[in-house]
């Protein structure tokens, strides 16, 4: 149990609608980073958040955006969903100061039909 | 992105040690490696990290080479529950933003 939850654990959405993908991190961290794994794949970066600005993005089209929160939760926006789209979301949590591990959520899988 | 290479699956007997091998030639001298594992249809889980000297702890070691260009995760007694897939990253200076490879992927034989 890491502490990290995302909501839903599940969703299937049609392709050109949107998602918005939650995640609360664990006490004590100021940092949320998300990542999309593609099916038998290693996850890939698409974005950090620090206090309520992104930190690092990495190579996502501007229809993936996100938000985070006074109480660094998070969300994550994808606009315009394309059937590639379809894979397991993961949030991780961290505090950026210092060099510290990160804690991962169970992932929202998300399914583009 | 910071580059690591690691062996596609590799294969142990339980309560056998194992080591798990990672290249990782353009690390620059502040980048921390990290180590993490995934069981199926779960988040990554942190394992352990270091910078230039090994590290030990619960789940595992670290043994980190000399020039720093490869890196060894060793788990002392393989049990079933270590079946997973390992990722070696490497942790920028600039912040907890991990780019992983495709990792290797551990089957574990009773």
């Known amino acids: 149990e890491t502490g990290v939850t995302q909501s839903p654990t599940h969703l299937i959405k049609t392709r050109g609608q949107q998602v918005t993908l939650r995640c609360s991190s664990q006490?004590?961290?100021?940092?949320v980073s998300w990542y999309q794994q593609a099916l038998g794949q290693g996850p890939q970066f698409i974005f950090q958040y620090y206090r309520e600005e992104e930190n690092g993005r990495g190579n996502f089209p501007p229809r993936f955006s996100g938000l985070q929160f006074p109480n660094y939760s998070s969300e994550l926006n994808v606009n315009a969903l394309e059937l590639d789209d379809s894979a397991l979301y993961l949030c991780?949590?961290?505090?950026?100061?210092?060099?510290?591990?990160?804690?991962f959520g169970q992932g929202t899988r998300l399914t583009v039909v | 992105d910071a580059k690591t290479t690691q062996p596609n699956s590799m294969e142990s007997n339980e309560e056998e040690p194992v080591h798990l091998p990672c290249n990782h030639s353009t690390i620059s001298g502040t980048d921390y490696i990290h180590w993490y594992r995934q069981l199926p249809s779960q988040g990554p889980e942190y394992v352990i990290h270091g910078l230039t000297s090994n590290v030990n702890n619960r789940m595992a070691s670290l043994a980190i080479a000399e020039d720093r260009k490869s890196s060894t995760l060793i788990l002392h007694r393989a049990t079933l529950r270590d079946a997973a897939v390992y990722y070696c990253?490497?942790?920028?200076?600039?912040?907890?933003?991990?780019?992983f490879g495709t990792g290797t992927s551990l089957t574990v034989i009773p």
């Open positions: 991780a949590s961290s505090r950026l100061q210092g060099n510290t591990e990160a804690f």
């Open positions: 006490s004590g961290h100021n940092t």
């Open positions: 990253i490497l942790r920028l200076n600039t912040g907890n933003q991990f780019y």
